[in-house]
Nanobody
Framework: QVQLVESGGGLVQPGGSLRLSCAASGSIFRIYAMAWYRQAPGNQRELVATITRNGRVDYADSVKGRFTISRDNAKNTAYLQMNSLKSEDTAVYYC???????????????WGQGTQVTVSS
């Protein structure tokens, strides 16, 4: 099976930066869109950023200008560079990827386990 593993979360002060990574492994033929979501306590899961296989990106208004999503297709890895962090960015961040496991199989959505990002002074 395909698995997504996030890393890079932690505790930072307001105004600080973090870089999250999402590494996909297992049976992978091709990864289409990848995305980062986040969920704060008591809130719905929120789409933060998406990136297509060809590198086209989109961001939630709340993070536009501060966060950058990128990917390395050769490494099956997506990244989320987070700058100018605010307390409102505190959440569990989840990686999502649409993965085709084989040449003749249909793509399927996978989720990572999540990584905690806490922004606090």
């Amino acid at each position: 099976q395909v698995q997504l593993v996030e890393s890079g979360g932690g505790l930072v002060q307001p105004g600080g930066s973090l870089r999250l990574s999402c590494a996909a492994s297992g049976s992978i033929f091709r990864i289409y869109a990848m995305a980062w979501y986040r969920q704060a306590p008591g809130n719905q899961r929120e789409l933060v950023a998406t990136i297509t296989r060809n590198g086209r990106v989109d961001y939630a208004d709340s993070v536009k200008g501060r966060f950058t999503i990128s990917r390395d297709n050769a490494k099956n890895t997506a990244y989320l560079q987070m700058n100018s962090l605010k307390s409102e960015d505190t959440a569990v961040y989840y990686c999502n990827a649409n993965v085709q496991a084989g040449a003749a199989t249909a793509p399927y959505e996978y989720w990572g386990q999540g990584t905690q990002v806490t922004v606090s002074s």
